[in-house]
Nanobody
């Protein structure tokens, strides 16, 4: 059974930082792009960041560029999202996902989803 399990969410103050982790189990995600999406209450799920299998290519939504950093450790089958300078508008449930290359930011192309982790940023 394939599982993506997120952790590291919680409450932070504006300007603070959090680090999310996504541990993959059940299969190797070789060749998959690993993606972070988020969904705020009443809003559609949106792309946050993605990283290629080799880690040599990263992609970010404009709203998080220079504040969020995605990385992966393939030996540990784990993807990370380091978030700094958090803003109240970053409040959302953050989802880890695995997508085929070429469909980085497309929700409908996601093959595997994690269960999500809540991030709440207070002002």
């Amino acid at each position: 059974q394939v599982q993506l399990v997120e952790s590291g969410g919680g409450l932070a103050q504006a300007g603070g930082s959090l680090r999310l982790s996504c541990a993959a189990a059940g299969r190797t995600f070789r060749g998959y792009v690993m993606v972070w999406f988020r969904q705020a209450p009443g809003k559609e799920r949106e792309f946050v960041a993605a990283i290629s299998w080799s880690g040599d290519r990263t992609y970010y939504a404009d709203s998080v560029k220079a504040r969020f950093t995605i990385s992966r450790d393939n030996a540990k089958n784990t993807v990370y999202l380091q978030m700094i300078s958090l803003k109240p508008e970053d409040t959302a449930v953050y989802y880890c996902a695995a997508s085929p290359a070429g469909a980085v930011a497309v929700v409908s192309a996601v093959v595997y989803w994690g269960q999500g982790t809540q991030v709440t940023v207070s002002s």
